[in-house]
């Protein structure tokens, strides 16, 4: 060897002398080579399929995060036009972050990647609180509901359901803000080595994104250029700055109560001695008498009870009243009905449990002529609210007597929860009469199985219903089909109202008042996207007196309100009730709706 010629090492081998033959033994004492750097030297081996996957992960980010900016937050809006926009937002978003010097720069772009993972688990939420309650996720007032929603998949599903549904959530959580970020650190430094390029990317995009708004370039009736994103942050900025003023809003309204200086003897003076049953009907909605996959079996159901009841001397009037919630939030609706009060969040719902406001429970309790009993089987944990409603006792779903199986959700099937109301309260000989609020919740969500009806005689301890139950539908694979979703939410419905009012038939007298309603709307699955929040009421007294008291509400006879009976706020029903029964019934101008 020369003495001005080196040793030559592994690093000044190039990739074609490799190639041609076995490299030379290294010579006693050199270092060993270095590991090639790049996937512990895999994209140096296979230098074409390294670039294939770095061009591809590099795509996958773009589309990443279009998918983010572009995505739309309701499921029935997720089609390909969604996608085939121009994003302003990712325009004025990349032009900020290549303006930014070098050390901002990735701060900026990891920022920004936090947001919009956080942007897509919100428009995610918004789905899901789309398809149950058919309105955004507040972000003020709606994280209590995450709980409750776990609770009902446990109780639907079982808690290896819940614990499964609670993983993916999390672990999607995780994947979205990591996958999200690394996504838009990459694509800013793409931008940021090939500066030229992307700026006049930018500039053509910017001019294109002009030309489409101007023009007013659409793709199947979707817009081209889009700022979505944009309207969906605005929209949530002023949502939390409404959520935070209804505080105020809701207790100036509150501090109104037409009745809170009547004296109690001239309280309810038009029903002393009668029994007065306030009954709601899960889920029971418009949807069940208007829509036409429904309105034939559902015409015949109502018709028939009507004339039952009629048979056994019982008269109905019904009509229309206007929850302020649909899919779910039932306590929301009966505390709108009870308190006279718009209670639509559960800010609302918190502020007026925890203060001193009368309802139509408080006020019978007051008059001290009437016993106060709920029939609460959906309570299966401690309700302190309970004492707010003026409830003289609660039945709750462990204080029933029930030893059947829980139906899904449904601890108790509306049977035997009102034959419970009989043994426990209303059949008890030398009682005072009864205020009753009984809630039947066999028409809840995931409607299957359902209990039917069976002689009441039979119903025991309720552990007959364990082989009804066996005989029932599967809720998973109902839910495969959102038909058999809206014909088992029917059958519900029509065993709910098979049970009251076969109740009235069997134990009902002259002294028995019964208002029963709906307190929502069912989920959008069944409302098939429906706004309408309308659920009926009805009004069934044996007594004459009773509904001439409330002739001048123009309600429609039967059990069926009519499509044009009058339709009122949930929130007005309290006082308008109040004034027909008190001293001077229907003589008082009932409020405006």
């Given at each position: 060897?020369?003495?001005f010629?080196?040793p030559?090492?592994?690093?000044?081998?190039?990739?074609?002398e490799?190639?041609?033959?076995?490299?030379?033994?290294?010579?006693?004492?050199?270092?060993?080579a270095?590991?090639?750097?790049?996937?512990?030297?895999?994209?140096h081996r296979?230098?074409r399929?390294?670039?294939?996957?770095?061009?591809?992960?590099?795509?996958?980010?773009?589309?990443l995060?279009?998918?983010?900016?572009?995505?739309?937050n309701?499921?029935?809006?997720l089609?390909a036009?969604a996608?085939?926009r121009?994003?302003?937002?990712g325009?004025l978003l990349?032009?900020?972050?290549?303006?930014l010097?070098a050390?901002w720069?990735r701060i900026?772009a990891?920022?920004?990647?936090?947001?919009?993972?956080?942007?897509?688990v919100?428009?995610f939420?918004?789905?899901g609180?789309?398809?149950?309650l058919?309105?955004?996720?507040?972000l003020v007032l709606d994280?209590i509901l995450?709980?409750?929603?776990t609770?009902?998949?446990?109780?639907s599903?079982?808690?290896?359901g819940?614990v499964l549904a609670?993983v993916?959530?999390?672990?999607l959580f995780?994947?979205?803000?990591?996958l999200m970020?690394?996504?838009?650190?990459?694509?800013?430094?793409l931008?940021?080595?090939?500066?030229?390029?992307a700026?006049?990317?930018?500039?053509?995009?910017g001019?294109a994104?002009?030309?489409?708004?101007?023009?007013?370039?659409?793709?199947?009736?979707?817009?081209?250029a889009?700022?979505g994103?944009?309207?969906l942050?605005?929209?949530?900025?002023?949502q939390?700055?409404a959520?935070?003023?209804d505080?105020?809003?809701?207790?100036?309204?509150?501090?109104?109560?037409?009745f809170?200086?009547?004296?109690?003897?001239?309280l309810?003076?038009g029903?002393?001695g009668?029994d007065?049953?306030?009954t709601?009907?899960?889920s029971?909605?418009?949807?069940?008498?208007?829509?036409?996959a429904?309105a034939?079996?559902?015409?015949?159901?109502?018709?028939?009870?009507?004339?039952?009841?009629?048979?056994?001397g019982?008269a109905?009037?019904s009509?229309?009243?206007?929850?302020?919630?649909?899919?779910?939030?039932?306590?929301?609706a009966?505390s709108?009905?009870l308190?006279?009060l718009w209670?639509?969040?559960?800010?609302?719902?918190?502020?007026?449990?925890?203060?001193?406001?009368?309802?139509?429970?408080?006020?019978?309790?007051?008059?001290?002529?009437?016993?106060?009993?709920?029939?609460?089987?959906?309570?299966?944990?401690?309700?302190?609210e309970?004492?707010?409603?003026g409830?003289?006792h609660?039945?709750?779903?462990e204080?029933?007597g029930?030893?059947?199986p829980?139906?899904?959700w449904?601890?108790?099937?509306d049977q035997?929860?009102?034959?419970?109301?009989?043994?426990?309260?209303h059949g008890?000989k030398?009682?005072e009469?009864?205020?009753?609020?009984?809630?039947?919740?066999?028409?809840?969500n995931p409607?299957?199985?359902i209990?039917?009806?069976?002689?009441?005689d039979?119903?025991?301890d309720?552990?007959?219903?364990?082989e009804i139950?066996?005989e029932?539908?599967d809720?998973k694979e109902?839910?495969?089909?959102?038909?058999?979703?809206?014909?088992?939410y029917?059958?519900a419905?029509?065993?709910?109202?098979?049970?009251?009012?076969?109740w009235v038939?069997?134990?009902g007298?002259?002294n028995t008042?019964?208002?029963?309603?709906?307190?929502?709307?069912?989920?959008p699955?069944?409302?098939a996207?429906?706004?309408?929040?309308?659920v009926?009421?009805s009004i069934?007294a044996?007594?004459?007196?009773v509904?001439?008291r409330?002739?001048?509400w123009?309600w429609?006879?039967?059990?069926?309100?009519?499509?044009?009976?009058?339709?009122?706020?949930?929130?007005?029903?309290?006082?308008?009730?109040?004034t027909?029964?008190?001293?001077?019934?229907?003589?008082?101008?009932?409020?405006?709706p």
């Open positions: 060897m020369s003495l010629t080196r030559r090492r592994p690093q000044d081998t190039t990739e074609g490799a190639d041609q033959g076995e490299p030379a033994a290294p010579e006693e004492g050199t270092p060993p270095a590991t090639p750097p790049g996937w512990f030297g895999w994209r296979w230098p399929t390294a670039h294939g996957v770095t061009v591809g992960i590099t795509v996958l980010a773009g589309a995060v279009l998918f983010a900016l572009l995505v739309p309701r499921v029935e809006r089609e036009g996608f085939l121009l994003p302003a937002e325009i990349a032009t900020l972050l290549l303006a010097k050390p720069r900026a990891v920022v920004t990647g936090v947001l919009l993972g956080l942007l897509t919100l428009k939420m918004d789905m609180f789309y398809q149950v058919a309105r955004p996720f507040d994280w995450l709980d409750d929603a609770d009902f998949v446990r109780e599903f079982g808690r290896g819940q609670v993916g959530v999390i672990v995780v994947a979205l803000l990591a970020t690394l996504a838009t650190v990459r694509l800013t430094g931008m940021t080595r090939h500066r030229p390029v700026v006049r990317t930018l500039l053509v995009l001019v994104w002009i030309t489409c708004v101007t023009v007013g370039v659409q793709v199947g009736g979707v817009p081209i889009s700022k994103t944009a309207d942050v605005g929209d949530r900025v002023e939390v700055r959520g935070l003023r505080a105020r809003v809701f207790e100036k309204e509150a501090s109104v109560d037409a809170a200086k009547t004296p109690p003897d001239q309810f003076t029903l002393r009668k007065v049953l306030f709601f009907i899960e029971y909605g418009r949807v069940a008498i208007d829509d036409p429904m034939g079996p559902m015409d015949t159901a109502l018709k028939e009870g009507t004339r039952r009841l009629e048979d056994a019982f109905s009037r009509g229309w009243l206007k929850s302020p919630v649909t899919g779910a939030g039932s306590w929301l009966h709108t009905f308190s006279g209670i639509k969040n559960q800010q609302r719902y918190r502020s007026l449990t925890t203060s001193d406001r009368m309802t139509l429970t408080n006020y019978f309790r007051k008059t001290g002529d009437w016993r106060t009993v709920g029939i609460v089987p959906g309570v299966r944990r401690a309700w302190p309970g004492k707010f409603f409830l003289d609660i039945y709750d779903s204080h029933l029930y030893r059947g829980y139906f899904s449904t601890p108790v099937p035997f929860s009102l034959e419970a109301f009989e043994r426990l309260e008890r030398d009682r009469p009864i205020m009753a609020e009984i809630i039947l919740a066999s028409s809840h409607w299957s199985p209990a039917h009806m069976i002689d009441w039979d119903l025991g309720g552990s007959v219903f364990h139950k066996k029932g539908t809720p109902v839910w495969k089909d959102p038909e058999n979703v809206r014909t088992e029917r059958r419905i029509e065993y709910s109202l098979s049970s009251l009012t076969e038939e069997r134990y007298d002259e008042v019964l208002v029963f309603l709906g307190d929502h709307q069912p989920v699955t069944v409302t996207g429906s706004t309408d929040k309308d009926p009421v069934v044996k007594d004459p007196k509904l001439e409330v002739a001048d123009n429609t006879d039967g059990l069926k309100p009519a499509a044009d009976a009058p339709r009122w706020g949930m929130d007005t029903f309290r006082d308008r009730f109040m027909a029964y008190g001293p001077q019934g229907g003589a008082i101008a009932a409020p405006a």
